[in-house]
């Protein structure tokens, strides 16, 4: 008789078939929640435009409360201050900057910056830049306890940072001036007065003007 015996059907390991994988069903979000989550949006956006065109000085919240055609007791149920307001307005500017390094092709590193600050300076005469002052107590603590615009602004200098070194270890900026330097040298453009200046005289476009400033930057004022 031969060995190879088929193996009863009792002895054989039962058969377990995997259940497929429960997919959780998203919670559903309110129709009061989708309303706020929009008026809040439109808040910003109000704020944000203020800010660019008046400044956190100027600005007041019950501009921006008659802005979206709101109270400004509604306004305060969203944030709390005027400083919490500049500050969700820098977030959702960060949050735009953030995404548009994230997408820049892998190219050379200083046409990268350029790209960035072209970028910036863009936003600003299109009135979409928000502008802060340069000291305000207030403010700055408000900016500086705000976990979302921290970690914005140190993904967006860290991935500058990187391309400034580049930058500098292949010759294509001053290797003897501090990276840090560098770096706030190109923020300051998002609030450079020279692009106002320039866009009063009427005489130039707006890309004329950002690529005059671009090249100023950049290529500065000695003759080549």
């Not at 970690?151 to 967006?156: I, T």
């Not at 010759?171 to 003897?176: A, E, T, V, Y």
Request: glycine share 4%.
């Amino acid at each position: 008789m031969s060995s190879n015996r088929i193996p009863r059907a009792s002895s054989r390991q039962p058969l377990t078939v995997a259940s497929p994988p429960v997919q959780a069903t998203p919670a559903k979000v309110s129709f009061k929640t989708q309303m706020l989550k929009v008026r809040e949006d439109a808040i910003v956006q109000a704020a944000s435009r203020l800010l660019a065109e008046k400044g956190f000085d100027l600005m007041t919240v019950d501009e921006v409360a008659a802005d979206v055609g709101i109270a400004k007791a509604s306004l305060y149920k969203h944030f709390p201050s005027k400083e919490a307001l500049a500050a969700a307005a820098m977030v959702k500017v960060l949050d735009r900057a953030c995404a548009f390094l994230a997408n820049l092709p892998d190219t050379h590193p200083l046409d990268q910056l350029k790209a960035v600050v072209r970028w910036m300076m863009q936003l600003q005469l299109a009135g979409e830049m928000p502008s802060l002052p340069s000291q305000n107590s207030s403010l700055r603590a408000t900016l500086m306890n705000n976990k979302a615009y921290m970690d914005g602004l140190m993904e967006a200098s860290d991935r500058m940072g990187a391309w400034i070194e580049q930058a500098q270890a292949q010759g294509l900026i001053n290797q003897q001036l501090p990276a840090i330097a560098v770096l706030y040298t190109l923020y300051a453009r998002a609030c450079d007065p020279v692009l106002d200046f320039l866009k009063m005289g009427e005489q130039l476009g707006d890309e004329q003007i950002v690529e005059l400033v671009l090249s100023t930057c950049f290529d500065g004022l000695v003759s080549r």
